[in-house]
């Protein structure tokens, strides 16, 4: 039984990990990783928001699992190769860690 209920929980909160990810990210990221930000946000928020809904307070409405299957695919492929193509999150606000350039 508790795996009824927690699992759910976690697997909403990829959906949050990856929202606040998307909103954390510069604009010119998603254009290395060929999406706009505003597909990632629309997809992750919205899917979080219909994997909530369908997985944990329990509606229902034709194909609603695989509906919420399919966002749960996406916010992993987000979170995964997705993010992996945008680089790292803090490149473009200041010098990197480590920079051979320049000091001692």
């Known amino acids: 039984m508790l795996i009824y209920t927690v699992l759910p929980l976690v697997l909403t909160g990829l959906f949050v990990w990856g929202f606040v990810d998307a909103l954390a990210r510069p604009a010119r990221q998603f254009e290395l990783a060929g999406q706009s930000r505003n597909f990632w946000l629309g997809i992750l928020g919205g899917g979080g928001l219909l994997y909530f809904a369908v997985r944990v307070m329990r509606f229902w409405f034709p194909l609603a699992g695989w ?10 492929f987000y979170l995964g190769p997705e993010r ?9 606000r200041g010098p990197r860690r480590g920079s051979s350039r320049g000091g001692w």
């Open 67 to 76: 509906v919420s299957l399919g966002f749960l695919i996406a916010a992993v």
């Open 84 to 92: 992996q193509r945008m680089g790292p999150r803090w490149t473009d």
